[in-house]
């Protein structure tokens, strides 16, 4: 069985770095699974800073809906795949199918794979449910399947880190 990490924080809380130093500590080859497309150039930018960053030793591959496909395909040829990110993942499938039982069921889905893959699986979400009571439906919809999704993932991980200010904290594992 492979060791899953779960990674949650904040916006711009160091999430990623995170992630990447883990993944990275496995050694290649590395995967990295983007669920996130550059629908715009203020994305597009944060994409190629991501990539720069990472380097050359990282293969990207990205999918917005199937994330479970990608990885039962990819398992066991990367040390390592970093999937980054879940909340992202989310808000691509509650557009997609404006259910969140829909949604919950993928989230399920990606968790009973767990169990059999054999390559290391770092997952970034990020932390939303921690200000403000959004002011309409569907933020408030999003906001408590990121919540439901993350004690999910959290619960079915090795372990898992919360980051604040650049700063992990190890909370199980």
Not at 98 to 120: H, N, Q
């Amino acid at each position: 069985m492979a060791r899953i990490v779960f990674i949650t924080g904040g916006a711009r809380s160091g999430k990623s770095r995170l992630a990447e130093s883990i993944t990275e500590a496995c050694g290649g080859p590395l995967g990295y699974l983007a669920t996130a497309g550059a629908g715009d150039a203020e994305m597009a930018e944060r994409i190629a800073r991501h990539q720069a960053r990472r380097g050359g030793e990282w293969q990207t591959m990205e999918e917005p809906l199937d994330i479970t496909s990608v990885l039962q395909g990819h398992d066991g040829y990367f040390n390592a795949i970093l999937l980054d990110c879940v909340t992202l993942w989310l808000t691509n499938l509650l557009l997609a199918f404006d259910d969140p039982a829909a949604v919950m069921a993928r989230v399920k889905e990606l968790t009973a794979l767990f169990p059999g893959l054999t390559s290391t699986l770092v997952i970034v979400s990020s932390e939303v449910g921690m200000g403000i009571v959004p002011e309409n439906r569907l933020a408030r919809l999003f906001r408590d399947l990121a919540g439901e999704a993350n004690q999910l993932l959290a619960e079915a991980a090795d372990e898992v880190y919360v980051t604040f200010s650049g700063l992990p904290l190890k909370i199980k594992g």
